[in-house]
């Protein structure tokens, strides 16, 4: 179904791991510590976003004093503890599967390198993909083109002869200022 593209990109949590509940269970973890919460629509709504700006919408809708760096540093700890014990592939793992040796692939995510990395591994399908480009690999994140762009450019492929498998609003946006096509994987 996707052999007219020359590379695939996928982004990684909430469309081939399913990490969100847990990213939810490590942010109610951290913020219970500051008797701070968050509201479930409005972290849907960042879903793609780096921590460090969760953060932010985080400490604005509670007016705190925080700094969203050493709060998103605190959740990225907990999640680190918790995630390889309960993440689970979704059900598009099997097209990267399918396309693996066949079409070069990279993964796209709002979350830092070295966690994608090492969850890609612990699922054993890191070798699956030729790139990982992870928030700290760019200066400009989702809703910005510039991760898909990375990726497109360390796979060797031009951004209009690739394909970009999403589940967030932010990374559909960032697909199409990249010039490329989009799949909404919560459509499929």
């Not at 509201?39 to 953060?55: K, Q, T, V």
């Not at 390198?113 to 992870?134: N, P, Q, S, T, Y």
Request: include cysteine; aromatic fraction near 6%.
């Amino acid at each position: 179904m996707y052999d007219r593209y020359d590379g695939l990109i996928f982004d990684m949590d909430g469309t081939i791991l399913d990490t969100e509940p847990t990213h939810r269970k490590a942010w109610h973890q951290v913020l219970d510590r500051y008797g701070m919460t968050f509201d479930e629509a409005a972290m849907i709504g960042l879903n793609g976003s780096p921590s460090w700006r969760i953060a932010e919408v985080i400490i604005a809708s509670h007016q705190a004093d925080l700094d969203p760096y050493v709060l998103a540093a605190e959740k990225t700890a907990a999640l680190d503890e918790m995630l390889l014990e309960s993440v689970q592939p979704l059900p598009l793992v099997e097209v990267v599967k399918a396309y693996h040796g066949r079409r070069p692939m990279a993964v796209g995510t709002g979350s830092e390198h070295a966690m994608a990395d090492r969850l890609l591994r612990h699922l054993g399908i890191r070798d699956c993909f030729d790139v990982i480009v992870g928030a700290d690999d760019v200066t400009r994140h989702k809703p910005e083109p510039d991760t898909f762009l990375r990726c497109a450019q360390l796979m060797g492929v031009e951004p209009g002869k690739c394909v970009v498998f999403e589940d967030a609003d932010f990374g559909l946006q960032a697909a199409k200022a990249a010039g490329m096509d989009v799949v909404d994987v919560r459509l499929l």
